[in-house]
T-cell receptor, first 112, second 114 residues
Framework: KQEVTQIPAALSVPEGENLVLNCSFT??????LQWFRQDPGKGLTSLLL???SQREQTSGRLNASLDKSSGRSTLYIAASQPGDSATYLC???????????WGAGTKLIIKP | DTGVSQDPRHKITKRGQNVTFRCDPI?????LYWYRQTLGQGPEFLTY????????KSRLLSDRFSAERPKGSFSTLEIQRTEQGDSAMYLC????????????FGDGTRLSIL
């Protein structure tokens, strides 16, 4: 059974710093992996999706990498801004027909 | 593209009452998912539809829960005889078939059981 873990549960950094969020998973036979952002009391916004055949995806200041063999993905945020403050969740999809399996998220606070 | 819409945003009800939530997916998406999320946790899968067919149900979906997508467009999730443990955020997502594209989420319905 796939288990997804995100460490740390919370992270606070000064504005302007580059940072890395971590996601690990126990079963490397994933179909794809997604990173989401969730603001308080809101739904989830998809940030990046990496297919199992890909190593990374980039969108603006965000870069997500995937290493299936080690069961890890990272989300790199460059030049962090207070507006980046949110909870970031990763989720794996084991099959094209299957539901997402989620980590508990990392709550990120960017201090002005 | 107006995104995934969920109604209501908040629902407060007494234990034992029935509640129904609605989800309108992105119009061209034929897949629709329901998830439940409690505070500080990631979402948990409940069920999903391919068009009007309900293809997968989690064991979390007890017989008090029922979901429909009668015409392959909007979906409803009904909880009968609500319990305290049903208090959570109920999230709906939609996607295209094949798992190639991302799931797009609505803002959820927050259910509070008194």
């Amino acid at each position: 059974k796939q288990e997804v873990t995100q460490i740390p549960a919370a992270l606070s950094v000064p504005e302007g710093e580059n940072l890395v969020l971590n996601c690990s998973f126990t079963d490397s036979a994933i179909y794809n992996l997604q990173w989401f952002r969730q603001d308080p009391g809101k739904g989830l916004t998809s940030l990046l999706l990496i297919q199992s055949s890909q190593r990374e995806q980039t969108s603006g200041r965000l870069n997500a990498s995937l290493d299936k063999s080690s069961g890890r993905s990272t989300l790199y945020i460059a030049a962090s801004q207070p507006g980046d403050s949110a909870t970031y969740l990763c989720a794996t999809n084991m099959d094209s027909n299957y539901q997402l399996i989620w980590g508990a998220g990392t709550k990120l606070i960017i201090k002005p | 593209d107006t995104g995934v819409s969920q109604d209501p945003r908040h629902k407060i009800t007494k234990r034992g009452q029935n509640v129904t939530f609605r989800c309108d997916p992105i119009s061209e998406h034929n897949r629709l998912y329901w998830y439940r999320q409690t505070l500080g946790q990631g979402p948990e899968f409940l069920t999903y539809f391919q068009n009007e067919a309900q293809l997968e149900k989690s064991r979390l979906l007890s017989d008090r829960f029922s979901a429909e997508r009668p015409k392959g467009s909007f979906s409803t999730l009904e909880i009968q005889r609500t319990e305290q443990g049903d208090s959570a955020m109920y999230l709906c997502a939609s996607s295209l078939s094949g798992g190639i594209g991302p799931q797009h989420f609505g803002d959820g319905t927050r259910l509070s059981i008194l």
